[in-house]
């Protein structure tokens, strides 16, 4: 999942950023703490990671990136830990299977936690001692790592998800938290004029790689809606059979739904009672009015094509939603779940949170993209290919973690992320 990678100047903002460090590291042992050592430990698929391994593997981070290159005298206590937790770099040497993580029962989550305090307080350490000759230096790669956290916060919450859906019990990672009785309304669409536009970071603030360089699209005039598809709205395409016509669906997505594989979406499950889903919070009853949620690419594409529309291109999304303030339903407000969101008479609404938006654009570099070079560079550029991109932050994104920019992507059968859709139209 997801990118960290451009170097936006951080030279001084040396208070902010190990404020930040302090912060994003105390609240993944936040989001820890209502599990138990085997909630932590277990791996419900080859996609998810179990949440020990998302703690060691963002201090690995820092100690492979940070401390051993800039820390003099640093030691690394656990060698082994580098085969263990490292991802996907390979220039950083050789890791252990992705599909095998919920296998390593040792360490235990007390060793984890004594190693994620060794690498924050070697840290702490490393910000005392570092001079003006080597803040520069360290600075992006603590930007960096702050926000690689980030992104691992949310893997957390997406992969207990995940792993409780697969217990008959339906445990809850939360209490649950009540919405604000909201109706959806009809979706209305906004009209934008097309023409060139920039699109991409402008360098001001941190950003990834993979949303630079700035650069010049030609957009057709087109619509966009003013909120996302919500659950009822989904409820009648299924009932208006959308998941039995194959003439609304892509060949590999209606293989799936062949397959028995794609009924409705993901954690859905239909009762005496109607339809109710798996949560964070346990299984409550659909919400209608909310925002529709974990579907894959070929299901947003195939709704899409059952209204009348499209999904929205990613340039599109961006103009649309650039200059709207970036708040909304993160992972802070406490839902842990999309909710109804009002409606705003002048523009579209709910652009960011509740849930990440398809787009129809693939994955892919923009004009004069290069990769960093080095281990920090496979972040990114070796994952053009074959994902689309999605807009927008949801309700389990960090609070303060998002821009118009960024630029999130997945496969497009993969459902276990917060994903939704907003439709759009050639105007």
Known sequence: MHSPNSIAPVHDRRDDLVARF?????????????????????????????????????????????????????????????????SYYEAAGARHPRFE????????????????????QSMEHLFDVADADLWPTIAPLLDIGNHHEQQHQELILMDILNLFSRNP?????????????RAAGEARFFDYPGGIVD??????????DNESPRHQALLRPFRIASRPVSNGEWMDFIGDGGYRRPDLWLADGWARVKSGEFVAPLYWEETGQGWEAMTLSGQHAVDREAPVCHVSYYEADAFARWAGKRLPTEAEWEVAARDLPVAGNFAGSGYLRPVAGGSAPDRPGQMYGDVWEWTQSPYSPYPGYRAAPGAIGEYNGKFMASQFVLRGGCCATPDGHVRA???????????????????????
């Open 22 to 86: 302090r912060t994003v590291r105390a609240h993944s042992e936040e989001l820890a703490r209502p599990l138990g050592a085997e909630d932590q430990t277990v791996q419900s698929m080859p996609d998810c990671s179990p949440t020990k391994w998302h703690l060691a593997h963002v201090s690995w981070f820092f100690e492979t990136f940070l401390l051993v290159p800039h820390l003099a005298g640093y030691e690394v206590q656990h060698p082994q830990f580098a085969y263990l937790f490292n």
């Open 101 to 120: 993580r919920g296998l390593v029962t040792r360490p235990g989550v007390a060793e984890v936690a004594a190693y994620r305090s060794h690498v924050t």
């Open 169 to 181: 019990l339906r445990p809850a990672y939360a209490p649950y938290r009540a919405g604000l009785a």
């Open 199 to 208: 699109i991409g970071h402008d360098g001001a603030g941190f950003a990834y």
């Open 405 to 427: 920019t960024y630029r999130n992507f997945f496969y497009p059968h993969q459902r276990w992320p917060f994903a939704g859709l907003r439709l759009a139209e050639d105007a």
